[in-house]
Each structure stands twice: as structure tokens, then as C-alpha cells.
């Protein structure tokens, strides 16, 4: 249990730090200095790949777990569940806007801004209710067996960005 739930505030730190740096590019329009588009596009590209195809597929088991030791945990995982589509579509729609802004293809400024200010407030709203909400009461009522199945939910794998291996 404690395994697991070390990782899964492990990804939340590692997580809300890209997020200040994405958010500190995000500034750098309002400071009339040009953002660094790749820097923003590796964060998106890593948190879609790592966050919405390996850390959020392992929470979507221990919230299920969560919400049949703890009926009245259901509405907070709905949303949050629903966070996690949110999160991966905005995440996808900006991703493309960088890439047009990376590549010079004219774009919305006003549309990469809200599409990163989306993402920015859904995902740190998304951190903060899983660490105040969620995790300590999968702490308390998930077993050992159940953080076995999270764990197993997506094969182990090195973290591209913050593992021993760093592509």
C-alpha cells in the first residue's frame, strides 16, 4: 500500500512542478516574450503519455476499489474520473496548438491561452482533490491486495522524465 501510494504523490509532485513550468511559459505572452513552445510540447507530450496513459489508468482501478469499500466516496470519484477525459482532450487540443505554434502555422494566440489555462486549472483542481480527498482514504481502506491490482494495471515501466532512464 505504501509503495503505491508513495508513487502516486510522487507523480502529483513531479506533476504540479511540469505544471508551474508549463504555467511560467504560459506568462512569458503576458511579459510580450515568446514562450518556449517546445519546452510546453514536451511537458504535454509527457504528461499525456505518462500521466493519461500510465498514471491515470491506475488510479481509475483504485478509485474503483475506493468507491466499493467506501460507498460514499462515488460523486468524488465520478468527477474526478470525469477530470481525467477532461484533462486528456484538453491536453490533446493544446498539444496540437503548440505544434502549430512551434511550427510557425498561424494559430489563436487567445485559443493556445485557454486551452493552457483549461489544462492548468483542471489539473491542479484534479491534484488537489485526489491529495486531499482521495488519498488518504485509499490509505485507510484499500487492502494490500487491492494496491496489487493498481500496480498491475498498467505494466511496470520506467518514467520517461523522472525515472533512473530519462529519454
Partial sequence: ?????????????????????????????????????????????????????????????????LVERSPDMQIVVSRLLQEHRVIAAVGEELLSRLREAESDVITS????????????????????TEEKQVMPRAAQRLTEADWAEVAGTVPDGPDPLFGENVH
Fill in 1 to 65: 500500500m505504501a509503495n503505491q501510494l508513495a508513487v502516486w504523490h510522487s507523480d502529483h509532485i513531479n506533476f504540479a512542478g511540469l505544471l508551474d513550468l508549463l504555467e511560467e511559459q504560459v506568462n512569458a505572452f503576458y511579459r510580450e516574450e515568446p514562450p518556449d513552445y517546445g519546452l510546453m510540447g514536451t511537458i504535454i507530450d509527457y504528461m499525456r503519455n505518462y500521466g493519461d496513459c500510465v498514471h491515470h489508468p491506475r488510479e481509475d482501478v483504485a478509485y474503483a476499489l
Fill in 109 to 128: 494566440r487567445t485559443g493556445l491561452e485557454a486551452a493552457a489555462a483549461m489544462y492548468l486549472a483542471y489539473y491542479r483542481n484534479h491534484l488537489s
